[in-house]
């Protein structure tokens, strides 16, 4: 089973402050890496889907970056709707497995 | 995009069977790989397994001896049976759906919490 490690546990940000979100695979595992947001009481929602690929209607400052072992997902001028936690994801083989997740609250 | 909406008891006793259903609408349950994955509560996502509309499955070796996930075309429906449950079992169960078995995960049902507890 491929277990992917998130860093930070938790992070607190000012506004417009930038984020970076780092996700390490314990194998390589390409690009099919994917990344989602789930505020509370709802469901995990696409951000950005192979390492790198956006997602419409999600909006811009929302990037990812990565391949192999190493993937970041990075929050450009946060904003206080991006209070959410954040979880990677990878697809490239069975079973999925999930990061255990960033929370980032606004300062 | 498909709209999904999971269904069932949201509270099952120790050693019994939890079964949800997950209706899809707004689109074909054709050609799609179909999922449930869960969250205990203040947790992670956990993968349980996906059915692909043939009935094909994949479960998590994890959970893989107390676990069936099944299709039923017809209905727009498929399900989810995990045997034997535990406090352990307790969490939020999501349907999900992905275009292939290596994809991300593009839809999501709104989840239901089941408690086990006598």
């Known amino acids: 089973e491929i277990v992917l490690t998130q860093s930070p546990d938790f992070q607190s940000v000012t506004p417009k402050e930038k984020v970076t979100i780092t996700c390490r695979a314990n194998?390589?595992?390409?690009?099919?890496l994917h990344w989602y947001q789930q505020k509370p009481d709802q469901s995990p929602k696409l951000l950005i889907k192979y390492a790198s690929q956006s997602i419409s209607g999600v909006p811009s400052r929302f990037s990812g970056s990565g391949s192999g072992t190493d993937f970041t997902l990075t929050i450009n001028s946060l904003e206080a709707e991006d209070a959410a936690a954040y979880y990677c994801h990878q697809s490239s083989s069975l079973p999925v497995t999930f990061g255990q997740g960033t929370k980032v609250e606004i300062k | 995009q498909v709209q999904l909406q999971e269904s069932g008891p949201g509270l099952v006793k120790p050693s019994e069977t939890l079964s949800l259903t997950c209706t899809v609408s707004?689109?074909?349950?054709?050609?799609?790989?179909w999922s449930w994955i869960r969250q205990p509560p203040g947790k992670g996502l956990e993968w349980i397994g996906y059915v692909y509309y043939s009935g094909s499955t994949n479960y998590n070796p994890s959970l893989k001896s107390r676990v069936t996930i099944s299709i039923d075309t017809s209905k727009n429906q498929f399900s989810l049976n995990l045997t034997s449950v535990t406090a352990a079992d307790t969490a939020v169960y999501y349907c999900?759906?992905?275009?292939?078995?290596?994809?991300?995960?593009?839809?999501w049902g709104q989840g239901n919490l089941v408690t086990v507890s006598s």
């Open positions: 707004g689109g074909s349950i054709s050609s799609y790989y």
């Open positions: 194998q390589t595992i390409g690009s099919s």
């Open positions: 999900a759906g992905q275009y292939s078995s290596s994809s991300c995960v593009d839809s």
